[in-house]
């Protein structure tokens, strides 16, 4: 059940945003638009609700609920950067907007954004434990929580990796720029 939950507010965040976008842009409804990006992160709070009503109700935590957290504290780090790029794409193509803008491909300032946007994964992550901490105290019992406690690991794992295999590796082996000629 909670996973179609998931899955029905992952299908919601992208229609909401989508309608959004189109009142804006395409219909010029700058302020009906707005309203609805507005309410893009309530979608978030419906899968809030429906994790902390199950989890009150006696269920057993499943890699369902630790999926929940995970979806809550990363759509609460990157929601606002995945309406930007969504934002820019739209106005380029149905307001004669600039081009979009790419993330920088070397230097300095592609490993920038790589610290940046290992920074959102971070707070991501502490969103998402934060809830699973939070659900784990509501339930208030281990074996019933045990899940939780292992995707809190999970997470910190795929933190440690992505720190690795990115912001770190662009800090140390910064891209270079193809030399021409």
């Known amino acids: 059940m909670l996973v179609a939950v998931i899955v029905g507010c992952e299908v919601a965040f992208w229609v909401v945003l989508l ?12 302020r009906l638009g707005a309203a609805l990006l507005l309410a893009v992160p309530a979608v978030d709070l419906v899968l809030l609700a ?17 999926l929940a957290a995970a979806y809550l504290g990363f759509s609460v780090a990157f929601g606002h950067s995945m309406v930007r790029w969504a934002d820019q794409r739209f106005a380029h193509r149905f307001a004669g907007g600039p081009p979009p803008q790419r993330p920088p491909r070397y230097g300095l300032a592609r490993t920038r954004h790589e610290w940046r946007e290992w920074g959102k994964g971070m707070l991501g992550w502490a969103v998402a434990c ?24 999970r997470l910190s794992l795929v933190m440690a990796a992505w720190l690795v295999f990115w912001p770190l590796a662009y800090t140390v082996f910064p891209k270079r720029a193809p030399r021409d000629g």
């Open 50 to 66: 429906a994790t902390t009503i199950d989890l009150r109700r006696g269920g057993t935590a499943t890699a369902a609920h630790g």
């Open 130 to 153: 934060a809830v699973l901490l939070g659900c784990i105290a509501l339930v208030g019992d281990d074996e019933r929580t045990a899940e939780l406690w292992a995707w809190i690991w």
């Open 19 to 30: 309608a959004g976008l189109i009142a804006r842009y395409p219909l010029r409804r700058p």
